[in-house]
C-alpha cells in the first residue's frame, strides 16, 4: 500500500509510512510489521482489521513507542502525527504525547489497571501528568471522568477488583480520555468481556467519540463492531496492508482474496450448510514467511508473480486500495488507467 | 479486620497445640527414663519409682500428653533440664533475647542489602550487575552457615584482629554473627524481589502506566515496586524462621549465650527435655511471627483487606 | 491453477524437538546450569568409585604426619589425625550424596503420596492432612530435623530419616498444588467419563504433569538435604567418627581454627561447591521446563 498517503486527501492526523517492526527471539527474529502504510484523517474512526498475530497491537504499541524494549525494534518508516515524525522525537517528547496527544486502551481489563491504587488515583495521575491542577482538582476531575462513563462518584475509592470486567473497561477508557486526546488507540476493547457487555462498552466509546471528537483506530477481530462503529477499514494480514476502504465500499466490494474470504467465513443464519467456510491454510510463521506476497500460499488467484514480487498497490476506486500482484497485473492489461 | 486477626490468633493454637504433641512425642519416645535421667546414677530404685509416680510417668501416653499441655500453659512448665535440674522454661526465657537480637539484625540486614539488589538486578536485567548479583547471591545460599561463620573469624578476628569473635554484647561483637547468619538470607530476599519485580514489570498495568505518559522512574517505584515487594513481605517472615534455626549453629561458632548455644549443648549432653523446650519455643515464636506477616500482609494488599472488611 | 509455495526457509531448519530434547536443549543454553551438572557428575563419579580414586581410606591415620599442609603426599593436607583430608572428601562425598538422594526420596514419597491424597481427594482428607502439614510446617526446617534426630539418636539412617521427614511437608504442598491445578483440567473429566480408576488417572496424567514443579523441587532438596546433614553432623548429630562427612570434619577442624584453617576450609569449600552445582543446575531446570520462559 505505497501511493494510499500521497492521492487521498492532505491534512491527515497519522501518517505511517513504510513502518517495519522486528522482534529478535533466541529462535529468529520475528517480522511482526513489513512496510505499513496505514493513515487517518482528523474525527475518522479507523477499523483495524486482522486476525490474531497479524501485527496489529504491534504497530499501536510502535506508535507509542511502547515496545517491550529489549526485543521490539522500529526498523524502519515514519510516523508522522500532526505533521512530526513520531519517531525522531526524544523519549520525554513522546512522554508529552502519551496520554495528552494520544491514548491506548487495551486488551485485558483484568490486567491493565494496577491492584493496589483506587481507581480514582489511577485517573487522577494520568490528569496530573498533563495538566497542571492540584491533588484535589485532579480527584474532582477524575470523579467527572467516572461519572462520564457511567460509574458512580461514590465508587472512586474503590480498587479495580471491586469492579466487573466491563467496569473495569470503562475506567480504563475513562483514564484514556481524562486528558481529550486528539487519538485513541483501542486494542480489542471489547474482545475480553461477555457480549452484552461489549454492546454497552461500544455504545459508551461511540458517544463519547462523538463528545470529544476524537480520532480513533480501533483494533479487532470483528466486522461486527467494524460495521457498526469505524468509518474506514485496514484490513492486515502477517504484517501488511492489504487492503483500505471506507466501510460502505468494503463491505459492499470486497476485493483482497483475503477479504473475501474473511466475509464469506461468517455464517449466514438462513444458509444451510455443513460445514463452515474456511480460508484453506494457516496464517504463516512470522519468523519464516512466504516470499512475494505473505498471503500467496493460501490464495485461489495465485499466479507465480506472487510468490517473487511483493505486490503493488492498486486503487480500484477512488479510496479503495489493495495490495494484490494479481490485480496490478489486471489493470496493466486495461491500459493502466484509473477508473 | 479484627475479626481476621482474631480467627488468625485461634487458628495459631491448634498449631501449637499439634507442634506441643510432636514435641512431647519426640520426648516420649527418646530412648532413656527420664526419672533415672534427673535423678541420677546413684538414687536407689525405690527413689525413681517414688519420682515415676509423682511425675504421672507411668499414666498412658494421652495423659501424660493432657498433663504436659496442663502444666505448660497453667504454670509455664515445659520439663525440667536434665543437666541443670532446673526448669527448662527458665533457661529459654533467659536465652531467648539473644537469639531474638541476633535473628532480628540478620533479617534486618537482609531486608537492607537485599531489596534494593533485587529491585537493581530485576531493573538492570542481563546486564553485568545483574549476572554478578545473581552469581554472588548463589553462593550465598550456598555457604553453609557455620562455614562462613569460621572463616569470618579466621579472616576478620584471627588475622586482621577487626572484631571479636565471641559474645554479643557489644556492637562490635554482633556484626560477625548478624552478617554469617544473614547470608542465605540477603540471597533468598535478593532473588525472591528480583523475580518478583520482573513479574511485576511485565505486567500489563505497568504498561498502561507508561501509556498514561508516566516517567519510567516513577513505574518503577510507584507501581511496579509496591506489587512486587508484597511476596516478599511474607518470605521475610518464612526467612525468619529459616534465621532461628540457623540462629542455633551461628551461636555456637561465636558463643552467643542464645537458645541455640543452649539446645547444642543439651544434645552433646542428652538432655532431652531441653533439645525438645527450644523447639518448642521456637516454633512457638516462629509462628507468631507469621501470623504478624499474614496480619500486615492484609493491611498493604487490597485485595486481601477487601475480603476481610 | 497452482502455484509453488515458497519461503523464505526458516522454519524447516528448526526441528520439531520431543519433549525430553527440549527441555536438555534448554537446558543447555545455561552455562551455569552445565556447569553445575557438569560438578555433580563428577562427585557422583567420585563416591562412587570412590575406593578405586582416592589416595588414601578415610579412617587410615599416621599420626607421624598430623595437621600437615598440603604436599604432593596429601593433597589437601591432613587432619589431627593424620588422616588424609583428600580421600576423606571423596568418601564423604558418598555419604552426603547418600543422605541427599534418600532423604529427598522419603520426603517424595511420603509428601508426593500426602499431597495426591489431599489434592485429589479433597473435603476431609484433604483438611486433615493439610493441617498435619501446616504443624510441621510451623516449625522451621532445619530445627524439625535437629529435633528428630535428636531423638533417635546418631547414625547415618536416623539421619536421612530426620532430613527427609523434616522435608516432606514442603512436598506434599507442592504436589498437592500440583494435581489440584491439574484437577481442575477438562482432559481429567474427560478420563473419568471414559470411565478410567483414580489410580490410572492419577498415574498416567496427573503425575506426569505435576514433573516440573517435582523434579526442580527435588534437586534443590538434595542441595538442601546436604545442607542439613553437614548442619546436623556439625552439631554432633548425624554421622559419628571416623566416618567422613563433611559436616563432622568441619566441626572436628573447628578447635584448631587458629592454627590449621586448613582442617575446616576444605570441608566448607566441597560443601559449598557441591550445593553451588546443584542450585545452579536446579535454576536451570527451572528455566528450562517452565513453558514460559521468553528471552
Given amino acids: 500500500m505505497d501511493n494510499i498517503n500521497k492521492i487521498t486527501r492532505n491534512e491527515k492526523l497519522l501518517e505511517i509510512n513504510n513502518l517495519t517492526i522486528q522482534y529478535e527471539t533466541d529462535s529468529g527474529t520475528v517480522h511482526a510489521v513489513e512496510n505499513l502504510n496505514l493513515n487517518l484523517g482528523y474525527g475518522e474512526t479507523l477499523g483495524f482489521v486482522g486476525e490474531t498475530g497479524a501485527g496489529k497491537t504491534t504497530t499501536a504499541l510502535g506508535i507509542l513507542r511502547l515496545l517491550p524494549a529489549a526485543v521490539g525494534e522500529i526498523k524502519s518508516g515514519q510516523i508522522m502525527f500532526e505533521g512530526e515524525d513520531l519517531l525522531k522525537k526524544s523519549e520525554a517528547e ?111 466509546m461511540k458517544k463519547l467519540k462523538d463528545t470529544f471528537d476524537t480520532s480513533m483506530i480501533l483494533i479487532t477481530h470483528d466486522l461486527g463492531i467494524v460495521a457498526d462503529i ?21 463491505f459492499t466490494s470486497p476485493t483482497h482474496p483475503y477479504t473475501i474470504g474473511l466475509f464469506n467465513s461468517v455464517p449466514d443464519i438462513d444458509d444451510d450448510i455443513e460445514r463452515l467456510n474456511v480460508i484453506p491454510g494457516l496464517m504463516p510463521d512470522p519468523m519464516d514467511l512466504p516470499t512475494g506476497c505473505t498471503f500467496h500460499p493460501r490464495c485461489v488467484h495465485a499466479i507465480p508473480e506472487c510468490a517473487e514480487r511483493k505486490p503493488e498497490t492498486v486503487e480500484t476506486s477512488p479510496g479503495h486500495f489493495v495490495a494484490c500482484s494479481v490485480l496490478a497485473a489486471k489493470k496493466l492489461e486495461m491500459g493502466g488507467d484509473e477508473r | 479486620m479484627i475479626r481476621y486477626i482474631l480467627r488468625r490468633i485461634l487458628f495459631l493454637i491448634p498449631v501449637i497445640v499439634g507442634v506441643a504433641f510432636c514435641v512431647f512425642t519426640l520426648l516420649y519416645f527418646t530412648p532413656g527414663d527420664p526419672a533415672r535421667m534427673i535423678l541420677g546414677d546413684m538414687a536407689t530404685e525405690e527413689a525413681i519409682q517414688n519420682f515415676r509416680e509423682a511425675e504421672g510417668l507411668n499414666s498412658p501416653f494421652f495423659v501424660q500428653f493432657g498433663n504436659y499441655i496442663y502444666r505448660a500453659v497453667t504454670k509455664g512448665d515445659i520439663g525440667r533440664s536434665y543437666m541443670t535440674k532446673r526448669p527448662v522454661m527458665n533457661e529459654i526465657m533467659q536465652a531467648f533475647p539473644a537469639t ?26 542481563y546486564s553485568i550487575f545483574d549476572t554478578v548479583i545473581m552469581i554472588l547471591a548463589m553462593v550465598g545460599l550456598s555457604m553453609p552457615v557455620f562455614w562462613l561463620g569460621l572463616l569470618m573469624i579466621i579472616l576478620f578476628s584471627v588475622h586482621l584482629g577487626w572484631l571479636p569473635s565471641s559474645g554479643f554484647d557489644t556492637f562490635s561483637a554482633m556484626i560477625l554473627p548478624s552478617l554469617a547468619l544473614a547470608a542465605q538470607s540477603i540471597s533468598m530476599v535478593t532473588r525472591m524481589t528480583r523475580s518478583s519485580m520482573l513479574e511485576v514489570v511485565n505486567a500489563d498495568y505497568i504498561r498502561t502506566a507508561r501509556s498514561k505518559g508516566q516517567k519510567e522512574s516513577v513505574v518503577i517505584l510507584r507501581h511496579a515496586l509496591y506489587n512486587a515487594l508484597i511476596p516478599v513481605v511474607t518470605l521475610c517472615g518464612l526467612q525468619f524462621g529459616q534465621l532461628l ?25 542428652r538432655d532431652f527435655p531441653m533439645v525438645q523446650g527450644g523447639v518448642l519455643a521456637i516454633a512457638i515464636v516462629f509462628s507468631v511471627v507469621n501470623l504478624a506477616v499474614d496480619v500486615l500482609y492484609a493491611f498493604i494488599d487490597p485485595r486481601i483487606k477487601a475480603q476481610y472488611k | 491453477m497452482s502455484v509453488k509455495t515458497k519461503t523464505n526457509g526458516a522454519s524447516s531448519n528448526r526441528k520439531q524437538r520431543s519433549g525430553l530434547a527440549e527441555v536438555m536443549f534448554r537446558l543447555k543454553k545455561s552455562p551455569l546450569a ?81 499431597g495426591a491424597a489431599a489434592g485429589y481427594y479433597g473435603g476431609k482428607t484433604d483438611n486433615i492432612i493439610m493441617r498435619v502439614m501446616d504443624v510441621l510446617l510451623a516449625i522451621p526446617q532445619t530445627l524439625l530435623a535437629i529435633a528428630i534426630a535428636a531423638s533417635l539418636g546418631p547414625g547415618l539412617l536416623n539421619l536421612m530419616i530426620a532430613v527427609g521427614i523434616s522435608a516432606t511437608p514442603r512436598y506434599a504442598r507442592i504436589v498437592r498444588s ?101 542450585n545452579f543446575l536446579g535454576d536451570g531446570l527451572r528455566d528450562a521446563l517452565d513453558p514460559k520462559q521468553r528471552r
Fill in chain 2, 100 to 125: 531474638l537480637k541476633l535473628s532480628f539484625f540478620a533479617i534486618l540486614i537482609s531486608i537492607v542489602i537485599g531489596i534494593p539488589c533485587g529491585i537493581l538486578s530485576a531493573i538492570k536485567q
Fill in chain 1, 94 to 204: 513522546m512522554r508529552a504525547v502519551r496520554g495528552a496527544k494520544i491514548a491506548m486502551i487495551f486488551q485485558d481489563p483484568m490486567t491493565s489497571l494496577n491492584p493496589v491504587m483506587t481507581v480514582d488515583q489511577q485517573i487522577a495521575e494520568m490528569i496530573k501528568l498533563h495538566k497542571k491542577v492540584s491533588d484535589s482538582e485532579a480527584s474532582k476531575l477524575a470523579g467527572d471522568m467516572l461519572e462520564l462513563v457511567g460509574i458512580r462518584r461514590e465508587r472512586m475509592h474503590d480498587y479495580p477488583h471491586q469492579f466487573s470486567g466491563g467496569m473495569k473497561q470503562r475506567v480504563v477508557i475513562a483514564i484514556a480520555l481524562a486528558c481529550d486526546p486528539m487519538m485513541l488507540i483501542a486494542d480489542e476493547p471489547t474482545t475480553a468481556l461477555d457480549v452484552t457487555i461489549q454492546a454497552q462498552v461500544l455504545e459508551l
Fill in chain 3, 34 to 114: 552445565m556447569f553445575g551438572l557438569g560438578i555433580i557428575a563428577l562427585i557422583v563419579f567420585f563416591a562412587i568409585f570412590a575406593d578405586v580414586v582416592a589416595p588414601y581410606k578415610f579412617y587410615a591415620q599416621d599420626l607421624d604426619h598430623m595437621f600437615e599442609t598440603p604436599s604432593r603426599a596429601h593433597l589437601l593436607g591432613t587432619d589431627e589425625f593424620g588422616r588424609d583430608i583428600l580421600s576423606r572428601l571423596i568418601y564423604g562425598a558418598r555419604v552426603s550424596l547418600q543422605v541427599g538422594f534418600i532423604a529427598v526420596s522419603i520426603a517424595l514419597i511420603a509428601g508426593g503420596t500426602l
Fill in chain 3, 178 to 278: 500440583s494435581v489440584l491445578s491439574i484437577r481442575g483440567m477438562e482432559f481429567i473429566e474427560a478420563a473419568h467419563a471414559v470411565g478410567s480408576s483414580d489410580f490410572r488417572i492419577i498415574m498416567k496424567h496427573i503425575i506426569p504433569n505435576s514433573m516440573a514443579p517435582i523434579i526442580v523441587q527435588s534437586t534443590l532438596g538434595v542441595a538442601s538435604a546436604i545442607l542439613n546433614a553437614a548442619g546436623l553432623s556439625f552439631i554432633g548429630l548425624g554421622i559419628q567418627p571416623p566416618n567422613p562427612e563433611w559436616g563432622a570434619m568441619l566441626s572436628g577442624g573447628r578447635q584448631y581454627i587458629r592454627d590449621y584453617p586448613h582442617l575446616t576450609l576444605y570441608p566448607g569449600l566441597t560443601i559449598m561447591t557441591t550445593i553451588l552445582a546443584l
Fill in chain 1, 230 to 250: 469505524c468509518d474506514k477499514v485496514a484490513i492486515m494480514y502477517a504484517g501488511r496492508v492489504v487492503e483500505y476502504a471506507g466501510k460502505r465500499e468494503l
Fill in chain 2, 245 to 269: 534455626s540457623g540462629a542455633i549453629l551461628t551461636e555456637s561458632i561465636f558463643a552467643i549465650p542464645g537458645v541455640g548455644r543452649i539446645m547444642v549443648e543439651a544434645i552433646k549432653t
